[in-house]
């Protein structure tokens, strides 16, 4: 059996590159539209967002404070049920591992005399305390809940 050579035209090629880098940037990049009034007055309900997504287990660095972050929640038995809404929040990272607790915060400790984040813990809170529900219910939160950090508002 003679194997037969395949030849694409310069537009099936451009075709398939570009098939391959939207694939790519789909697994790098999505939008979350914004629900609630916790982020305000940076994001209000109706505000879409790119957020980078976050795999599991990747090398490099993930979140730092100050980041927007995507998380997700989780089911009984998977640890902190985050309370009703979406399947993802959006939150600020106000400590990361190895920051400082806040002052206000200290109840948070999950060890006596605790004074900082604990490795793979971060604290999230929402920038409008008053509607916001954060780490201030759910305790310091495991860093493989974060599902993407927020690079920019897409509708200014």
């Known amino acids: 059996m003679t194997p037969v050579p395949l030849v694409l035209s ?6 398939v590159l570009t098939a391959g ?4 940037l789909r697994r790098t990049l999505r939008v979350v539209e914004v629900h609630g009034e916790s982020m305000r007055p940076g994001l209000r309900p ?3 967002v790119l957020v980078r997504n976050l795999r599991p287990g990747r090398a490099g660095p993930r979140v730092r404070r ?8 989780v ?5 902190v049920t985050l309370d009703g809404g979406t ?7 106000a400590a990361v591992a190895g920051d400082p607790i806040p002052p206000g915060l200290e109840a948070l400790r999950e060890t ?3 004074a900082c984040v604990p490795p793979g813990r971060l604290l999230v809170l929402g920038d409008n305390p008053a509607r916001s529900t954060d780490s ?6 495991p860093e493989s809940r974060i599902t993407g950090v927020v690079l920019r508002r897409l509708n200014a």
Request: no cysteine; hydrophobic share 50%; proline share 5%.
């Open 112 to 114: 006596p005399g605790e």
């Open 10 to 15: 310069a537009a099936a090629f451009a075709a």
């Open 46 to 48: 109706g505000d879409r």
């Open 136 to 141: 201030r219910q759910w305790g310091l939160l």
């Open 75 to 79: 089911g009984p038995g998977k640890g």
């Open 21 to 24: 880098a939207v694939l790519a």
């Open 66 to 73: 100050g980041d927007v972050v995507v998380i997700a929640r």
């Open 87 to 93: 399947n993802s929040v959006i939150k600020r990272a």
